[in-house]
């Protein structure tokens, strides 16, 4: 609760009020700190993304939840794999010890889902005019009468 | 001291995600495919001994000369007690030449029943059965005392090449329980036995396996001194007298 | 299948039950279980069956015929009465009923397993759900297939095959057209219990065609039955036993059959997919274009799947007259071919012996001037294998213009006997030698062309005598007609030649069916070779033809007390030079045996290519015998299998064509051409039946369709042909052949025994039969093109 107060003070401070409280509208800012009094932050991922707890006498399958770490342009998909379990109730295993288990060898990174971002992140299949591969693409090999003449 | 803590955490998570330790118990003395070794490949030459060539024809005497592979069981029973309580692909490919089909169709025999090894066993093979009533009876500290004893794992053969322990489903000594089975290979389909020890403990099983190290023939059956067969220790304690009749039999009482 | 049509119905059907009144309701409920948001409606369902007659027609159109009217039973299927034959099992009383009954393990084709047990429905009186595909259907008996016992019966046993099934959809081949993905959106539940570890199997390698994702796996055994069935290699089991069962080859082997492509189409799961279209496409993307297989003269009936220019896959057609619905691997996998060595402009040699793009109208003045230049008698016309009828017209319309009529197709010889059409063609019909109960297969290589071919001659009859005779002339002088397997060569090929297998696979099939079906007995006279049936080798020479015909051959008694016998001589002795004198003995064994009466006339000639029978038709004979030898304007419309070492070398070439295969290396001009994936074109098969391809894909760079290139050749060479559309062409061939107009019509060939043919003075060497197909895999342009062709010999040929 102090916390929340130092904060808000603090933005008031580097921004003035007016850019503070569009802010806080904008973002639902308020909302989300005031939702998160009295629960507990139980960890943050790698992209900086807050999971919160809150036991007693929340609504079960309502007593966790994420903070995003972009508030302007945040999607589900920012979840990585390690939280998204406990995040959904899967298990109660929290994601930085999920993270012990993944596999160095080939665990590949989480990445966002970005369709609907531009359209350099539109899928074209192989053959398609906008995919860059197209350009190594042809539909058949001519015969070449260089080889024996 | 952190590094400790969290090296365990990650042990019990491990644990709680593997939810059974063996994902799948294979019975199996082998995989259900093949891969060659020097002693198991398909190119061995591999041929039914002269004594075994006669059984062979007694085998095949018994079914129509139409359904030739209906001997297929028996014939790789021969062929694994000739081989040493095991069968190379070679072997299942002269069963095959014998009864007439495609090698595949032996293979598919051989790998079915779990009593075919299709890897190296040991001139005695033992067998611990771990269905309900015998693991109930303590089957499982038997195969352990089996295998501390002779210093294996489960379907490995000891370094002298005396001895393997396998684990075999119910062999219907239920009322003897625990039990182990012990198939002799050590001399061929001619001294070919396959008996019962039942009734036994993790400590009698140690003394089963040093008499037959010694080539002695340790006594099949209970090993419980107090027991004959299956009836109860010391003696049998219902039904002594002599069975009344039913009555409607008995006629004067009509 | 019919199944996204029932899980279609099933949805409707739930939503009609939310919504009582869907015009009312705006809102639609989602529930799983659409009975107890509205217990009324789900009740009064059932005590009104609509009588929905549309429903009622039998599933894929299924027809029911009755051999005998009085073995006609009655069943009652939902409280339907269905009138079937005798022997039928309630999942046919079913489909001839209207229901689709879901199933995995049990195939028209194969024996019956009953070991998916997707298939269960109520019978009355029966206390469980009966297994339907195994269950012989009794007479009045009432089969349930809508009550809740069936549906949970049906939940249930797709809730234990999901158990094991890895959830790899997204990445797996057969999504979207993969059966257990249907059924279990249809019949499924919405939820499983299993929570224990999932098995995983190993993958096996069963060579360049066929990829393996073992863990799919659902133990239908459908491959296993196949291998062991229909393509006749025992390689495939089932090993293991309980939850380490696994479908293998045990010892390490690769899947060797001609006809092991079928496998991936059988495979109800993505367990068994096709290798070379791993991860190329989806099912969804693709555009199917239904028409003709060109690679050998059995005429398959394929569906090419295309996606925009690209040819993705080629899928069997069911034609129960040809093919059933089994195509070969050289048919399923060699279209990469068609993506390689094309040739795409018009070129000529210049004076350094280099080629040189040039445009059509220059390419087209040279050739006209040089044609001017020679004698019409040096004017010479070759049609390849591939060629369509429409464009062998044009040629032979063309080089008659030019006062020429050496005009001829590559494999037919330089002495067709295109006088009677029963002197080419298989005259049973594939399917009609179903009927035949003994096989004399005389030279013939059904190997490549002939193994279906073979399947056929197995389901044939039961004294099959297969008489291979292999024309040692064939390999050697033609290697061209043999070397490619047509629908034609699987008859013929299975005869004469190395064995039908690689003749005529689809051929070899049909004998292999009736072998197995009937225990015909075969005879083969040929090169040793490994048919896949029962067959007694008789000989490698036609010496031991002769002696059949002498009668001094224990196979004799054979084939005179067999009701129907079927001699199938390989297209491989058109190349021989005791041609005349090896038909006349077969002809004699034929009148021997009784092989040729009004009912059943049991001479077959088993062509090699897709063009010899449509050639033969149009009366594509050469005039001289040696008109290579004196030659000085070799026109080759696709031919690259005629040997041209004897061609004069300052004859002028031309090669039209779709290839730089080996005709382009003596041509002067090259004309590009369509391959047949990308023209409209008449093929006629090996037994007389012509079919038509569709265009699929468009085709590459200036190529233009054959009959066309002649047709403007013809308007600069200043002799213009008649027609400038292809019904136009048709209709010139309708006056030639008018039996290549009737589509998909087999027209038979009227043999008339009394006419008797002067008889042959010929002696029969004793040369013995040669292989007409070397390489199965590779026998055209177009397969010698194709990488998965060449991968495919080096791995499954050598041995």
Redesign the interface.
């Known amino acids: 609760m102090a916390s929340v107060v130092k904060n808000a003070l603090k933005g008031i401070r580097e921004r003035g009020i007016g850019s503070f409280i569009r802010e806080v509208r904008d973002e639902g800012y308020l909302q989300t700190k005031i939702h998160n009094i009295g629960a507990t932050l139980v960890g943050v991922d790698k992209f900086g993304n807050k999971y919160y707890q809150k036991l007693g006498d929340t609504q079960y399958g309502r007593h966790r939840w994420v903070e995003y770490a972009s508030k302007g342009r945040y999607n589900a998909s920012q979840v990585p794999p390690e939280w998204h379990g406990w995040l959904h109730f899967i298990t109660d295993?929290t994601g930085d010890?999920?993270l012990?288990?993944k596999p160095k060898r080939y665990g590949a990174e989480h990445k966002e889902n970005l369709s609907g971002e531009g359209d350099e992140y539109i899928y074209h299949?192989k053959?398609h005019s906008l995919n860059p591969g197209q350009r190594d693409w042809t539909?058949?090999?001519?015969?070449?009468?260089?080889t024996?003449? | 001291m952190l590094a400790r803590r969290?090296t365990q955490?990650?042990l019990e998570?491990?644990q709680?995600?593997r939810q059974i330790p063996q994902a799948s118990r294979s019975f199996s003395t082998a995989l259900n495919y093949h891969l060659d070794t020097p002693d198991n490949k398909p190119d061995l030459p591999w041929e039914f001994n002269d004594a075994n060539k006669a059984k062979v024809t007694e085998i095949l005497s018994h079914y129509p000369s139409n359904y030739k592979q209906s001997a297929v069981i028996p014939l790789l029973d021969l062929a694994q007690q000739q081989h040493g309580g095991w069968l190379p692909v070679s072997a299942m490919n002269a069963v095959a030449k014998v009864i007439e089909v495609a090698p595949i169709r032996v293979y598919e025999v051989a790998t079915f029943y779990s009593m075919f090894n299709r890897a190296k066993v040991g001139k005695y093979h033992l067998l611990v059965c771990g269905t309900t009533p015998c693991m109930i009876r303590g089957s499982r500290e038997i195969e352990d005392a089996l295998l501390k004893h002779l210093g294996v794992k489960r379907n490995e053969v000891t370094k002298d090449g005396m001895f393997s322990v396998g684990e075999m489903e119910c062999m219907g000594c239920c009322v003897n329980a625990p039990m182990i089975t012990v198939a002799d290979y050590s001399s061929g389909s001619e001294g070919y036995t396959y008996n019962y020890f039942e009734d036994v403990t993790p400590k009698r099983v140690v003394e089963i396996v040093e008499m037959l190290r010694r080539g002695e023939k340790p006594p099949r059956g209970t090993q419980n001194p107090m027991r004959r067969n299956c009836g109860p220790e010391g003696g049998n304690t219902t039904l002594l007298g002599e069975p009344k009749p039913p009555p409607c039999r008995d006629l004067d009482a009509c | 299948m019919g199944l996204g049509l029932l899980a279609f119905r099933a949805l409707r059907s739930s939503r009609i039950l939310t919504s009582p009144n869907p015009r009312h309701t705006i809102l639609r409920r989602i529930v799983s279980t659409p009975e107890l948001q509205n217990p009324e409606a789900a009740q009064a369902q059932p005590e009104s069956p609509p009588p929905d007659l549309h429903h009622r027609a039998p599933v894929a159109g299924a027809r029911v015929h009755f051999s005998n009217p009085e073995d006609a039973i009655e069943v009652f299927v939902d409280g339907y009465p269905v009138k079937i034959p005798k022997g039928f099992t309630v999942l046919q009383a079913c489909e001839v009923a209207g229901v689709d009954i879901p199933r995995f393990c049990y195939h028209s084709r194969l024996s019956i397993a009953g070991n998916c047990r997707m298939c269960l429905v109520e019978v009355e009186k029966s206390p469980k759900p009966v297994a339907s595909c195994a269950m012989p259907a009794l007479p009045g008996m009432k089969i349930k297939t809508d009550t809740p016992i069936a549906k949970k019966a049906r939940e249930g046993v797709m809730e234990f095959l999901l158990m094991n099934h890895p959830l790899d959809c997204p990445i797996c081949d057969q999504g979207g057209e993969c059966d257990l993905q249907d059924q279990s959106m249809a019949f499924g539940s919405d939820r499983g219990r299993f929570t224990e570890m999932k098995r995983s199997v190993v993958d096996k390698n069963l060579g360049p065609l066929v990829k393996t994702v073992m863990t799919r796996c659902i133990q239908c055994t459908r491959c296993v039955r196949f291998a062991t069935e229909v393509a006749g290699v025992q390689d495939l089991g089932m090993l293991g036993r309980g939850s380490g069962e696994e479908i293998g080859t045990y010892v390490e082997k690769l899947m060797t059959s001609e006809l092991s492509g079928n496998v991936i189409d059988i495979c109800p799961v993505g367990a068994l997919t096709s290798k070379p279209f791993a991860f190329k496409a989806r099912n969804w993307?693709l555009k199917g274009t239904e028409t003709i297989d060109v690679t050998d003269a059995v005429g398959s009936n394929i569906r090419i799947d295309s996606?925009?220019?690209?040819v993705m896959r080629i899928l069997p057609r069911l034609n129960e007259d040809i093919n059933e619905e089994w195509i070969s691997d050289k048919t399923r996998f060699f279209y990469d071919g068609?993506?390689?060595?094309?040739?795409?402009?018009p070129?000529i040699?210049g004076a350094?012996?280099?080629?040189k793009a040039v445009s059509w109208r220059d390419a087209l003045a040279v050739v006209a001037e040089v044609i001017h230049q020679v004698k019409p008698e040096e004017i010479v016309g070759v049609a390849g294998k591939l060629s369509d009828a429409e464009s062998m017209m044009a040629l032979k319309d063309f080089l008659n213009r030019m006062g020429s009529n050496n005009v001829w197709c590559e494999g037919n010889g330089m002495h067709p006997n295109a006088d009677l059409r029963s002197g080419y063609l298989l005259n049973s019909g594939i399917s009609g030698l179903e009927k035949a109960d003994a096989f004399l297969l005389v030279g013939t290589q059904c190997g490549d062309d002939l193994k279906i071919f073979e399947h056929f001659f197995h389901s044939i009859s039961p004294l099959l005598m297969i008489f291979e005779l292999r024309l040692k002339g064939v390999l050697g002088k033609c290697p061209t007609v043999l070397d490619r397997p047509t629908a034609e060569m699987p008859l013929l090929g299975l005869a004469l030649q190395g064995s039908p297998r690689v003749e005529a696979a689809m051929v070899n099939a049909r004998i292999r069916k009736t072998v197995r079906a009937t225990e015909a007995k075969v005879g083969y006279i040929g090169p040793p070779t490994d048919l896949n049936y029962d067959h007694q080798h008789l000989g490698t020479s036609p010496i031991t033809l002769k002696e059949i015909a002498e009668n001094r051959h224990p196979f004799c008694s054979t084939l005179s007390n067999a009701k129907n016998p079927s001699i199938i001589v390989g297209a491989g002795i058109f190349e021989r030079e005791d041609k005349d004198a090896i038909f006349s003995a077969i002809e004699t064994i034929a009148k021997n045996c009784k092989a040729i009466r009004p009912d059943w006339n049991g001479l077959n000639v088993l062509l090699l290519n897709a063009a010899q029978a449509a050639a033969l038709d149009l009366g594509l004979v050469p005039e001289s015998n040696n008109c290579i030898e004196s030659a000085k304007f070799l026109y080759l419309m696709g031919a690259d299998d005629v040997s041209l070492e004897k061609l004069p070398s300052d004859a002028f070439v031309v090669y039209q064509g779709h290839?730089?295969d080996r005709g382009?290396?003596r041509a002067n001009v090259i004309f590009p051409a369509s391959a047949f994936t990308e023209k409209e074109g008449t093929y006629e098969n090996t037994e007389g039946c012509a079919q038509q391809t569709l265009p699929a894909v468009p085709t590459?760079?200036d190529a233009r369709e054959d009959w066309k290139i002649i047709r403007a050749l013809s308007e600069v060479a200043g002799a213009r042909l008649p027609y400038d559309t292809v019904s136009g062409v048709r209709s010139r061939m309708r006056a030639v052949a008018p039996n290549l107009l009737r589509v998909d019509e087999r027209e038979a060939a009227t043999f008339s025994p009394s006419l008797s043919k002067p008889e042959s003075r010929q002696e029969i060497s004793s040369e013995p039969f040669g292989n007409a197909v070397e390489n199965f895999y590779m026998t055209d342009a177009i397969t010698r093109a194709s990488k998965i062709m060449a991968q495919c010999s080096a791995m499954l040929l050598k041995k």
């Open positions: 295993h010890e999920l012990m288990l299949s053959g539909r058949y090999r001519p015969w070449e009468p260089a024996k003449a | 969290a955490r990650l998570i491990r709680a995600f | 993307e996606r925009g220019p690209e068609l993506k390689r060595q094309r040739l795409n402009d070129m040699r350094d012996g280099r080629f290839h730089g382009v290396y590459v760079g």
